[in-house]
């Protein structure tokens, strides 16, 4: 049968259609975010999930308060939409690193910068501010992620940072951080104890450090789960630390801490402080140093020969170890060195 050339035509465009390559269809731009810790960047990926494309300053293993801006960092800032910092005074080069990337929305008062730590109450606040003291923080002690309350805080400021600087994404912000701090409510109290409360409450009750002495008094002490009921070994366990690193950690969990391997914040030990604290720490019965990796390792090592106690190589980031991709291993992480050197 003869086709009409009308018909003829139709088809070989049918046919070339079929052979053409696929085009793919470009999906919405990511919003690009910029971070001083890394502990930060994985808070900003959990909340901001496909929507955004982050990347952190600091590497892991780097003391954050001695870190000194790289030209590089200038070149990743310069076309973030927006730059979260920890604040407290750790980072206290970010503003070096906003300042050189020519880059408007990201400054301090812009839409596009983040204070991760507003809004959370911090310890150690010095009575007095002297050199003589060391590097300590006019603001109060700046490690505040490392208790995982202070961490929904951080999701909330950043989910807000998002939601400024990405309007069209803010209920997907919304909905993320939601699940996040329901993750984090759940790997800290346990499913009973969430239950039988409520997060708001458990919550309340953790900032003022009052959960625990409750629980017993309310006879509920027993659906206490999670990272607290892993960490119940641990309670009143005494340990030194290498730096003013651990007080929110070790006020979370009920270890005490008895002591700094440094003679003051930011400054090593010298001979006579180390046979100082020694002494004490054979005294006392520490049985446990807490020695993070971006310090150091060979005070700790000594003080342990000389009492017996163990070191604990305590990452203080998220991918400062082996197996902490993310704050939650990076808490699971610190319960189960701890439990291990405490036997």
């Known amino acids: 049968m003869l086709r ?32 001083t810790l890394n502990v930060l960047a994985a808070v900003t990926k959990e909340v901001g999930g496909d929507r955004v494309a982050v990347s952190a300053l600091a590497k892991p293993n780097q003391d954050p308060h001695t870190l000194v801006a790289k030209p590089t960092y200038k070149v ?49 606040l010095p009575a007095t501010l002297s050199k003589s003291w060391g590097d300590i923080h006019p603001q109060g002690n700046p490690h505040v992620w490392l208790d995982p309350v202070n961490v929904k805080q951080i999701a909330a400021n950043i989910a807000a940072g998002l939601g400024r ?7 997907t912000y919304d909905a993320n951080l939601k699940a996040f701090q329901a993750k984090l409510d759940e790997a800290l109290y346990g499913r009973a104890l969430l239950d039988e409360y409520g997060a708001s409450k458990l919550e309340r009750l ?16 027993d659906k206490l789960g999670g990272w607290l009921k892993r960490a119940e070994p641990l309670r009143g366990l005494k340990i030194v630390t290498y730096h003013k ?4 950690f070790c006020d979370r969990f009920g270890l005490v801490i008895d002591g ?34 971006i ?22 980031d998220v991918g400062g170890a082996p197996g902490t991709g993310d704050y939650f291993a990076l ?5 189960t060195r701890s439990l291990a050197a405490a036997k």
Request: no cysteine; hydrophobic share 45%.
């Open 4 to 35: 009409s050339p009308l018909a003829l035509v139709a088809a070989a465009l049918v046919a070339l259609a079929l052979a053409a390559p696929t085009v793919a269809v470009a999906g919405p731009k990511k919003v690009a975010v910029v971070t």
């Open 76 to 124: 990743a800032a310069k076309n973030a939409r927006m730059f979260v910092e920890l604040g407290l005074g750790l980072d206290g080069w970010a503003s070096a690193v906003t300042d050189a990337s020519g880059n408007p929305d990201i400054q301090l008062g812009q839409p596009g910068r983040v204070i991760a730590s507003d809004g959370i109450a911090t310890k150690e």
């Open 165 to 171: 600087v990405d309007p069209d994404g803010k209920a």
């Open 206 to 221: 953790s900032r003022r450090n009052e959960l625990i002495d409750y629980l017993k008094t309310k006879g509920t002490y």
């Open 245 to 248: 690193t651990w007080i929110y």
């Open 260 to 293: 700094e391997i440094e003679e003051k914040p930011g400054i090593p030990p010298s001979q006579d402080y180390l046979a100082k604290l020694i002494t004490k720490i054979k005294a006392d019965g520490v049985r446990v140093l807490f020695v993070d990796p």
């Open 295 to 316: 310090y150091p390792s060979k005070d700790g090592a000594f003080i342990a020969g000389k009492t017996g106690a163990k070191v604990v190589a305590s990452p203080i």
């Open 331 to 335: 808490i699971d992480t610190l319960i």
